[in-house]
């Protein structure tokens, strides 16, 4: 069905008379000759001030919207996704029909002036959804296939056609998912294996990232993936693209952004920002913008040569990286990033029941859509158990959503969650090993412990802290690392709370006393110590199991 038909349901009023070319003209009232021209009663030509024009054209087929936020939309009055009344986002959809009704060229100026019009017409509210999927008033999950709106009714895994139609925005690069393919098998997401060879033992945890990004209402984390350039970083980063956020441009984002600016740009564009080959550390602006838009911020729009905010949208857009080595350094957004890296062509071998050659073909149509209808297979799941499932250990509070629905895949695909905890945990310990590497005060206090033989806390000035572990700094902290009085230590001290509190180090402070602050440092009381083994890894996890006792 047309975009474009003229529906005569339009919800404002439509008894008005013509008005001269300085006042906001009717719709229904001024008929359309043969040639695309407005003629009146008497069938001559009535001459409309291009503004005026485009705004006539556009009220055939849309009607203004304004959502709860105060939001203007423009909305169809039959299928399709609304408009955001903002020119530099819909201008080329604008031209195009106005194009197919007067076979007209119209300036991007004119387009402004006509929105600008329209903004002053009396709004209708309208609910209108945003993101890949969104949540109904009931907790129905709604999702765009092929241009039909779905819906995933509460507590089921199908998907049915509501009978009742509802508006969705989306930005103008987003490409449609395709159809839901009958006969759909949760586990043909294992298919993704036969295309790029993943790392090893977090198949479970690229899975659930995958469904995550499919969930925007909940706590988003970005992927960082690195690797050697040919270990296939770059298609898996395309491949999950693909499946989340088809778009008809920039699926991989190779120019990388350096201000907040060019962020929120590339935000109005994806659901999903996919930056790849990052060469450099992303500077502190960006990655501290990266981290806002995992939770749900507001997006702000300013139109072209105006110097307030004219749109703002509250969205969450998830980010995949990929890099030859980490490229994340601030901590709120390292604490959200999910880390893999891929296996080394050099090393490591190709998995038998997969030869090496298979890898190399390249992701059809009918590939991908056999995997899409597995994600689509395993949301179902997800979305109907999510809210049921408990987690009966300690993880960090914004890993959370991830967690829960990793034990849901894990239990379609595995039968259990145990699958996806024994993934999630060796994966937590090494990463908690690598950052305390790059952080010197925290490693200190681990070998202070280690070789000390420590098993209970103690309460010290800060400055004495600082000769305790003078002796036990690394050896590759560099001076500037390294600090050399005790408010600098105080400083280091906060930032390594959190992760020394994950491998069961307690570290606070209880204030001043006197001129002094004091802090108190050592190990938390579990049943088998906290005698730290060389093997930094594995003694994390025995610690956790050890403190949350009871796997699923």
């Keep these: 069905m047309s975009h474009y038909t003229y529906n005569p349901s339009y919800p404002h009023s439509m008894k008005e008379e013509f008005l001269p070319c300085s006042q906001q003209p009717p719709l229904a009232s001024v008929p359309m000759d043969g040639r695309g021209n407005f003629s009146n009663q008497s069938g001559r030509p009535v001459k409309l001030c291009k503004a005026n024009l485009i705004r006539q054209i556009i009220r055939y087929s849309y009607w203004l919207g304004e959502d709860a936020s105060g939001v203007h939309f423009l909305v169809p009055y039959h299928s399709g996704p609304v408009l955001m009344v903002e020119a530099d986002m819909i201008a080329p959809v604008i031209k195009q029909i106005v194009a197919d009704y007067g076979n007209r060229d119209v300036s991007d100026q004119s387009i402004r002036d006509a929105l600008d019009i329209i903004r002053r017409d009396q709004a209708h509210h309208v609910g209108v959804g945003n993101g890949r999927t969104w949540l109904g008033e009931n907790n129905e999950r709604y999702i765009i296939l092929d241009g039909v709106v779905m819906m995933f009714p509460v507590g089921k895994e199908y998907m049915i056609q509501p009978n009742q139609y509802y508006n969705y925005w989306q930005p103008t690069n987003c490409r449609p998912f395709q159809k839901l393919n009958h006969g759909a098998a949760s586990q043909d997401i294992k298919a993704i294996d036969k295309f790029v060879q993943l790392p090893k033992d977090r198949e479970l945890l690229i899975y659930s990232y995958i469904l995550l990004c499919l969930m925007p209402e909940r706590q988003q984390l970005a992927l960082e993936i690195t690797g050697e350039p040919k270990s296939g970083m770059a298609r898996l980063q395309r491949i999950i693209k693909h499946l989340v956020d088809p778009v008809t441009k920039e699926t991989a984002i190779r120019e990388i952004p350096t201000t907040v600016k060019e962020v929120n740009r590339l935000a109005w564009r994806h659901h999903v920002l996919s930056l790849e080959s990052v060469a450099s550390p992303l500077s502190p602006v960006v990655q501290r913008r990266l981290f806002e838009l995992l939770s749900h911020t507001q997006l702000e729009w300013k139109a072209i040569g105006c110097h307030e905010i004219t749109t703002s949208l509250s969205v969450s857009r998830p980010c995949i990286i990929s890099s030859l080595e980490p490229v994340i350094h601030q901590d709120e957004l390292s604490e959200l990033t999910l880390s893999l890296e891929m296996p080394s062509p050099s090393r490591d071998q190709p998995r038998i029941e997969y030869p090496k050659t298979t890898r190399s073909v390249s992701i059809t149509d ?98 004495v802290w600082l000769a305790t572990l003078d002796p036990y700094r690394p050896t590759w902290a560099l001076d500037h690392q390294w600090p050399r009085e005790p408010r600098g230590l105080g400083a280091a001290f906060k930032r390594a709370a959190q992760l020394l509190d994950a491998q069961g180090i307690t570290c606070y402070s209880t204030g001043k006393r006197g001129s002094k602050r004091h802090w108190v440092i050592g190990p938390r009381s579990v049943p088998c110590g906290i005698a730290l083994s060389n093997r930094l890894a594995s003694s994390i996890v025995n610690k956790e199991v050890n403190e949350f006792a009871g796997l699923m």
């Design 366 to 463: 009918s590939n991908q859509a056999v995997i899409f209808d597995a994600v689509l297979t395993l949301l179902g799941e997800v979305h109907t158990k999510i809210d049921h499932v408990s987690i009966d250990r300690s993880v960090p509070v914004c890993w959370g959503d991830f967690c829960r629905i990793g034990m849901v895949v894990s239990s379609v695909l595995h039968g259990s969650p145990d699958a996806f905890w024994s993934q999630y945990v060796a994966y937590r310990s090494e990463r908690l090993a690598e950052i305390t590497e790059e952080e010197p005060i925290a490693q200190a206090i681990l070998e202070y412990l280690k070789i000390n033989d420590i098993t209970e806390i103690a309460e010290k000035p800060v400055g």
